[in-house]
């Protein structure tokens, strides 16, 4: 019997290649971009298909009879369709366009939350960014609604017997992180739905990170709601998506009221279109969607294992660097990890490496990262934290740690 064919190794020349910033320098020293988690670079595929609609497609959508009207609404409603596919959507009329995870947060919070009453309870972890957790907190000073918190283990995984003992009779929904963006913890997205539906609540995966670090597959999942953001994913910023699943987008009331997302208009009030149309107010951010169609077809274009096992290498020598690195503590160790480390040192505030490495040309994030309950969880203030692409390599983890050593060495 033949031994199974290991399919290639990525070429990662290739592949950065395609991503005109990466030559540059910074300070005389190749950029090194470790900061992907906040933000991605985007290939030249992205950036064609944003300039060809500026430059030959441009029109408003969905309400043109003209030329170019109809065919920026079919690359429009293409990238729909691409979106769906995706995340393993059954129907594209599930995807609201969004800008971003944080715009699609707010929209589930805004319109499920005229379904709740006080004492409803929202369910959050301790590792959630801000754009998940601030929405349910104005809920709360709004509504008189309950926020509580699964806890996180020093780990950095999330507690799901304790998860499953929070979820009572007044929880309506619950609402978790796929994977952190300061722990890059992948969380059990079908476990918690399953946790969740058992008991009557819905559930709602931020996916900003893992869609681009894993398949997703929201119908595998089965959870209620995900929200991913597209400039993560290679993609232009303001554009992402909102999944809802069965006829949740029938049964919620629309987020914003303008053109676009109406039936009729009567002096005495107003019917609305279809989903999802009747949850997208206003002009959208047409050529920022048509490109996150192109961010998608250029990431279903790679070997996604290979992409996985690339980014996993680079983690593990990352790691082993930041382990054997006096004064350095990593925050967040759960085995199930994405491209995402985040250290904290005792000779020095996570702001002023961050400022030392970029000397060297090496980008990385650093802050409280949108999560200071997380923060405040695993006693710190602050982090600088690495994250990891396809176009990264073992070159560029290397001068991250050369450069952190000569940062230790200047402020010790």
Known sequence: MNAPVKPPALDIAAIRDQFPILSREINGYPLAYLDSAASAQKPRAVIDAVSHVYEHSYANVHRGLHTLANEATAAFEGARGKIADFIGAERAEQIVLTRGTTEAINLVAYSFGQTLQPGDEIIVSQMEHHSNIVPWLLLKDRLGIEVKWAPVSDEGTLDYEALDALIGPKTRLVAITHMSNVLG???????????????????????????VHMAVDVSEIGCDFFAFTGHKLYGPTGAGALYAAGDWLDRLPPFLGGGEMIADVLDDGVTFADVPHKFEAGTPSIADVIGLGAAIDWVKGLDRTAVMEHERALLDRATAGLTGMDGVRIIGTAQDKGAIVSFAADWAHAHDIAQILDRYGVAVRAGHHCAQPLMRRMGVTSTARASFAAYNTAEEVDAFLNALNKARDFLT
């Open 185 to 211: 913890t992948s969380t059990d997205a079908r476990r918690i739905t399953e946790l969740a539906h058992a008991k009557g609540a819905a559930v709602l995966i931020d996916g900003s990170q893992s869609v």
